[in-house]
């Protein structure tokens, strides 16, 4: 039996060119079962050999605030489907999720090429009195967990 591989991601495109082509295709041209799971609205499709499953299960596209809080519980319905023996995750937002993944055994990589603590510092649409807070707690939560 194949093993099965799951890239998650809630932010990056399905066509995200280092998530699908670099990896995702390089793991099922050498015989994995291989997964990614986005959210978005398009059809779940397969692109040479990787299964790439929308796993919104709204009728429309995320909000920034919808795709933080609800998106980890539509992935993770996901996985608790597939049951993979292992789970690469993309975004920080998925880094709680991949706590609960873990505790099931599956085993998880953790691959958050963005340093998100220092880009929140950026963020125009945070009040400013946020951003530092913000950062802080993410790095720190990074930086526990990973």
Not at 20 to 30: G, M
Not at 90 to 119: A, M, W
Request: aromatic share 10%; glycine share 2%; net charge positive.
């Amino acid at each position: 039996m194949k093993k099965k591989i799951c890239h998650i991601s809630s932010v990056h495109s399905r066509f995200d060119i280092r998530i699908l082509l670099k990896q995702c295709r390089s793991i099922a041209q050498s015989d994995f079962e291989t997964y990614f799971l986005v959210i978005d609205e398009a059809k779940s499709k397969n692109i040479k050999g990787v299964k790439i499953i929308n796993c919104n299960t709204e009728s429309h596209k995320l909000n920034r605030f919808e795709r933080i809080f609800r998106g980890p519980k539509m992935l993770e319905n996901k996985i608790n489907e597939l049951n993979p023996d292992i789970v690469h995750f993309h975004d920080i937002e998925l880094i709680f999720l991949s706590l609960r993944i873990k505790k099931k055994g599956i085993h998880v990589v953790y691959d958050v090429h963005e340093d998100t603590p220092n880009q929140i510092l950026t963020k125009e649409y945070l009040p400013k009195w946020t951003r530092y807070i913000l950062s802080r707690g993410l790095a720190f939560i990074e930086k526990k967990f990973q």
